[in-house]
């Protein structure tokens, strides 16, 4: 096998053990958004498997002793050395660096994005508490108990019976 086959190979191999299926899975919400990531796994498996079926195997060699007695030796040594002097070009990767630092820059969005939402969602669960502790609440607790954790409302009801403001 050549070595940019083996080490895609390897690469794709080493990829799919890392990628958490089941983890990404559980984030989505909507049916079509699970439809469409169970097409995209069934993809990536099958590039997966043609990778390492059709890339990972060494071409069988060449027999030349068996063409030179069935076809002739001045043939096949023709086709023979044509075949040695088959310089296969390799590959000079010249996407990767244009897009490496756009990429670089999206993970860093990436993380700042991650952490605001992480923020946000701790803010969002303090509030379903507190929402939650109101609710056992709110049928036995005293204006004076709701004012005590909403000082800011006590102001403003206070400034409007002051002025005499009585919302109408």
Do not use: C
Request: charged share 40%; aromatic share 12%; glycine share 4%.
């Amino acid at each position: 096998m050549s070595g940019t086959a083996k080490k895609v190979t390897d690469v794709a191999f080493k990829a799919s053990k890392k990628i958490d299926w089941d983890g990404m899975a559980k984030l989505l919400v909507s049916d079509e958004a699970r439809k469409e990531f169970a097409n995209l796994r069934r993809a990536f498996s099958e590039v997966n498997s043609q990778l390492e079926t059709k890339f990972s195997q060494e071409p069988e060699p060449i027999d030349w002793e068996y063409y030179r007695k069935g076809i002739g030796p001045r043939l096949v040594d023709m086709y023979k050395e044509a075949y040695d002097s088959i310089e296969i070009p390799k590959y000079v990767d010249t996407v990767t660096p244009q897009y490496k630092p756009k990429f670089d820059a999206l993970l860093v969005e990436l993380k700042e994005a991650e952490g605001m939402s992480l923020k946000e969602s701790e803010r969002l669960e303090k509030e379903i508490a507190d929402v939650q502790e109101l609710k056992k609440k709110i049928s036995t607790m005293t204006a004076d108990e709701y004012f005590e954790k909403h000082p800011e409302l006590k102001k403003k009801f206070d400034d409007e019976i002051r002025n005499d403001y009585w919302g109408y």
